[in-house]
């Protein structure tokens, strides 16, 4: 009698799972933000870009318009920066030349999170040492956060409040990528292979 009970509550068991399995459980709510490969984060829906007044590496203003029109490459850095931007731009460099043609379709940008430091033409003499195609903007610190954090990053100026004349800059070290409407569409971890980059803006281009 009891073996029966037992018999008879494992099918019942057995039944109700049965049934949930059919009936199945709803995916997961798709997150606005997915990793296609790694190293390489998919935004959809884009993130806006919030307005700056920077000057780029001729002394020119620069505005939010600046990235629209086109597809944009950025990174944030500062010309004094030991090891991250020198690797950054390197890549940048790699970026570009494996594009071929296809990189006149695309803007490499650079912007300077150590405006103090980095004005228009020390900027502009870093940046021909990679390559005399990238652009930089520097600036107020103020206008500098703002853009940084409308892109998930931020800095930290290790100056001890402008006492040291040499310091370093703490900061996100993740590259862009702008569509022409002048949105943030992919990030970028620092460190991933130029390739996949590659793969990933063409992708885009030819889009």
């Known amino acids: 009698m009891i073996m029966n009970r037992v018999l008879k509550s494992a099918a019942i068991l057995l039944i109700a799972a049965l049934l949930l399995a059919g009936c199945g459980t709803p995916p997961p709510a798709v997150p606005p933000t997915m990793t296609s490969s790694p ?3 998919n935004i959809d829906p ?3 870009i919030v307005e700056f007044n920077l000057l780029d590496q001729d002394g020119i ?3 939010l318009s600046t990235f629209q029109g086109k597809y944009t490459l950025i990174a944030f850095g500062y010309t004094h920066c ?5 690797v950054t731009l390197g890549y940048f460099k790699q970026v570009r030349i494996l594009l071929g043609e296809e990189s006149e379709k695309l803007n490499f940008f650079f912007v300077s999170v150590d405006g103090a430091r980095d004005v228009p033409a020390r900027m502009k003499e870093y940046l021909s040492l990679f ?3 990238f652009q930089g903007m520097s600036g107020e610190e103020t206008q500098v956060r703002a853009l940084i ?3 998930g990053g931020d800095f930290n100026i290790r100056d001890a409040g402008g006492l040291r004349k040499d310091y370093l800059v703490e900061h996100t070290a993740s590259s862009y990528l702008v569509n022409p409407e002048g949105q943030i569409i992919v990030k970028y971890a620092y460190g991933t292979a130029p390739e996949l980059v590659v793969e990933n803006i063409r992708a885009r281009i030819k889009g």
């Open 46 to 48: 884009p993130l806006p």
């Open 131 to 133: 390559d005399p195609s």
């Open 61 to 63: 203003e620069t505005h």
């Open 39 to 41: 190293g390489v984060t």
């Open 149 to 151: 954090r409308s892109f």
């Open 82 to 86: 030991p090891d991250v931007c020198p």
